[in-house]
């Protein structure tokens, strides 16, 4: 089983919104650090959005593509982080997978070593 288990993508129209939820399976999501990345059709996979831990005061870090628009978000009684996605552009469309890790400091997907298998977003154009 995987570790993490995305789920909330589809197609969306440009500027609406859409909320992506990562489950942690097996381990306690509040006890790492979560990314969002995403990864479109022959690009790099880049950072979307982190948070850390408690103990690091849930810190959150966003590529500069998303500030404004995107929100990373805890619910520990749930033991998932949401992606909050808002006024989505074409350009955001890619898939999307949440990533587990001890720590992050630039929110790079080798900070990560527990993956899920990722969620399609499409925004067409």
């Known amino acids: 089983q995987d570790p993490l288990v995305e789920s909330g993508g589809g197609e969306v129209q440009p500027g609406a919104s859409v909320r992506l939820s990562c489950q942690g399976t097996g381990f306690i999501l509040d006890y790492y650090a979560v990314g969002w990345f995403r990864q479109a059709p022959g690009q790099e996979r880049e950072g979307v959005a982190c948070?850390?831990?408690?103990?690091?005061?849930?810190?959150?870090r966003y590529a500069d593509s998303v500030k404004g628009r995107f929100t990373i978000s805890k619910k520990k009684h749930e033991n998932r982080v949401y992606l909050q996605m808002n006024n989505l552009k074409p350009e955001d469309t890619a898939i999307y997978s949440c990533?587990?890790?001890?720590?992050?400091?630039?929110?790079?997907?080798?900070?990560?070593?527990?993956w899920g298998q990722g969620t399609q977003v499409t925004v067409p154009s």
């Open positions: 990533a587990a890790g001890a720590f992050y400091r630039e929110c790079r997907p080798s900070e990560f070593g527990y």
């Open positions: 948070i850390s831990n408690s103990d690091n005061g849930d810190s959150t």
